[in-house]
C-alpha cells in the first residue's frame, strides 16, 4: 500500500477510523437495544430503518458526487454518520432511534459510492486492483479491531458507571468520536476540482449506456438475493444447529472476518493471473461446496471449515469486481454505476432477508442454501456470458 499517492493513502487511513466505529456499532448495538429492554422486534425494525436509509440513498448519491468534491461529501458524511450514531444511543424514544440509524446507514452509503470513483481518479492503472482490495482489508482490520475493543471497553466500564447500560453507552459514543476523527485525514485531501458533465439525475441516466449498466447490475442483484437469504442468519445456524453459546460463535466469526482480510489482499494477484471476470465467477463458483457442506453437515468442524472458506471465497471477488465495474464505464458515469451497483444489492438483501428468515423458521436451513447456491450459479454464468471478452477489449481501448 506503500506505492499509493497521496489522496489515497488519506482516503485509507479516514477509512480505518470509519471502519473502526463501524465495527463497534456492528457487536455491541444490538446487546445495548437489549439491555434497555427492546425485543428482537424493535431490533429489526431499527435494522430495516439502516437498510431503508442505504437503499433510498444509494441512486442521489451519484448525483452528489458528481457535482461536490469528493473531499468535501466524505468530510460531510462521516459528520452524519456521528450524529446518526449519537442519536442512536440517547436516550430518546424509538422512532428516534430508528431515524438515527437511517441517517448513519445513509451516509455510509454516500461514503462507500464515492470511494471507487476516487480511487480511478487517484490511481495508476496498475495499481487499481491493489488499491481495492487494500482499502476493504482495511475496514475489515479496522471493524475487527474494532469489535474486539469496543467489547473489552464496555466489561471494563461497566463496574466504573454502574451498569451495562451505560457502558455500552459510553463506548459506543467513543466509537462516534472515532467516525468524526476520519475527518482529519478528509480534510487533507487536495483533488483537482473533478468537473462532471452532468449534474441533475435525469441527464445522468440519459447520458448512461443502459446495456451495459444493466449487465453491471443484474450479477450483483442476483448475488444478493441469493447473500441475503441465508448470510444475515449464520450466527443462528451456529446458535440453531449446534447449540453454540455467543462467546464461541463470536470466535468463529471473528477467525472469518481475518481470513476475509488476506482474501482481499489475495484477490488482486489471482485477478492479474487469470483476468478479472474469470476470477470473479471462479471464486464464487468455488464457494458452491461449502456452501452445500454446511447446508447438509451435522459436524460443526466441517460447518466452520466450510464457513470460513465459503466468506474468503465470495468476499475475495469484492474488489475485483468492483474494479471492473469502474473500468469498464465512463469516468463521468462511474458515481453512477457504483451507485447502481449498491442500489441493487440493498435492494436485493431488502427482498430475500424477510423472505429467508420466513423459510429459515418454517423449514430450517437447508432450502434457503441451496436455493442460494442456485442464484450464485446463475450470476457466475451471467457474468461469464456478458463479459467473456472485455477485458480484451478494454486492453486493446487502453492501447
Do not use: C
Amino acid at each position: 500500500m506503500f506505492k499509493f499517492r497521496r489522496n489515497a493513502h488519506l482516503f485509507l487511513i479516514g477509512s480505518f477510523f470509519v471502519g473502526f466505529g463501524l465495527g463497534t456499532y456492528w457487536v455491541l448495538f444490538n446487546l445495548y437495544m437489549k439491555e434497555l429492554g427492546y425485543g428482537e422486534a424493535a431490533i429489526g425494525r431499527v435494522l430495516m430503518a439502516g437498510a431503508t436509509g442505504t437503499f433510498l440513498t444509494a441512486l442521489p448519491a451519484a448525483m452528489i458526487i458528481s457535482r461536490f468534491p469528493t473531499r468535501i461529501v466524505l468530510i460531510a458524511a462521516a459528520s452524519v454518520a456521528s450524529g446518526g450514531y449519537a442519536l442512536m444511543v440517547a436516550p430518546v424514544p424509538l422512532p428516534l432511534i430508528m431515524l438515527g440509524a437511517a441517517m448513519a446507514s445513509a451516509a455510509f452509503s454516500v461514503h462507500n459510492i464515492a470511494a471507487a470513483p476516487f480511487f480511478m481518479r487517484n490511481s495508476d492503472p496498475g495499481e487499481r486492483l491493489d488499491l481495492f482490495g487494500t482499502h476493504s482489508a482495511i475496514e475489515i482490520m479496522a471493524g475487527v479491531i474494532g469489535a474486539a475493543g469496543g467489547g473489552y471497553m464496555a466489561r471494563s466500564l461497566e463496574p466504573v458507571v454502574g451498569g451495562l447500560v451505560m457502558a455500552y453507552r459510553m463506548t459506543l459514543l467513543t466509537a462516534t468520536g472515532l467516525v468524526l476523527i476520519s475527518n482529519f485525514a478528509y480534510l487533507a485531501i487536495r483533488e483537482v476540482r473533478h468537473g462532471s458533465l452532468v449534474t441533475d439525475f435525469v441527464g445522468m441516466l440519459r447520458r448512461a449506456d443502459a446495456w451495459l449498466l444493466t449487465r453491471l447490475v443484474l450479477p450483483k442483484f442476483i448475488t444478493g438475493l441469493g447473500a441475503g437469504l441465508v448470510i444475515p442468519f449464520i450466527n443462528l445456524y451456529f446458535r440453531d444447529r449446534f447449540l453454540l453459546p455467543p462467546d464461541r460463535i463470536g470466535t468463529i466469526f471473528a477467525v472469518a472476518q481475518a481470513v476475509t482480510v488476506v482474501a482481499f489482499l489475495v484477490g488482486p494477484h489471482l485477478a492479474r493471473r487469470t483476468g478479472m471476470i474469470r476470477a470473479i465467477a471462479a471464486t464464487e463458483l468455488l464457494s458452491i461446496p461449502f456452501f452445500i457442506t454446511m447446508a447438509y453437515t451435522q459436524r460443526l468442524d466441517l460447518a466452520i471449515m466450510a464457513f470460513w472458506m465459503r466468506g474468503a471465497l465470495m468476499n475475495m471477488n469484492q474488489p475485483i469486481s468492483g474494479a471492473f465495474t469502474m473500468e469498464m464505464v465512463r469516468p463521468e458515469q462511474q458515481p453512477l454505476a457504483n451507485a447502481l451497483v449498491e442500489f441493487a444489492w440493498h435492494g436485493a438483501w431488502m427482498i430475500s432477508t424477510q423472505i429467508g428468515g420466513w423459510m429459515i423458521e418454517k423449514n430450517g436451513f437447508q432450502l434457503p442454501m441451496m436455493i442460494t447456491v442456485g442464484f450464485y450459479v446463475v450470476a457466475s454464468l451471467l457474468y461469464l456470458t456478458f463479459f467473456h471478452d472485455a477485458e480484451r477489449k478494454l486492453a486493446a481501448r487502453t492501447a
